[in-house]
């Protein structure tokens, strides 16, 4: 998936949609590993995703509960799947998998995360 990050992406929650930027910029390090042929960055890309299936995650469950969101429980377990998917991947480059496949596994979970932002956290917009 080739989306880049645009306004109308965001949730009109400023930190929120900070953090989303930054996961639309960890493709640019995932391109660029590849196209460098530096697989010492994909430690660093896993570093990003694993603190940010916590810290965003958090945040964002946080702004659902502040303002009475009804798909609340829909929204965290897709959370939840999404944290289970970095943990796997973690698993599969401490387990020197092969770096064409974590390679393959890291973009298939961003791209999921960044159509997540555009088709689940889009119904956040401007919720308060």
Known sequence: MSVQWSE???IGHDGLDHQHQELFQVTSMLDHAIHSHDVSKLNDILHFL???VVSHFKDEEDFMLKTHYDEYDFH???HDQFKKTVEGLRNFYDSHTSNTHIIF???QCIDEMILHIITVDSKLTHHE
Do not use: G
Request: charged letters at 60%; proline letters at 0%.
């Open 76 to 78: 965290k377990k897709e």
């Open 50 to 52: 694993e603190d940010y």
């Open 8 to 10: 109308n992406l965001s």
């Open 105 to 107: 596994k890291i973009r």
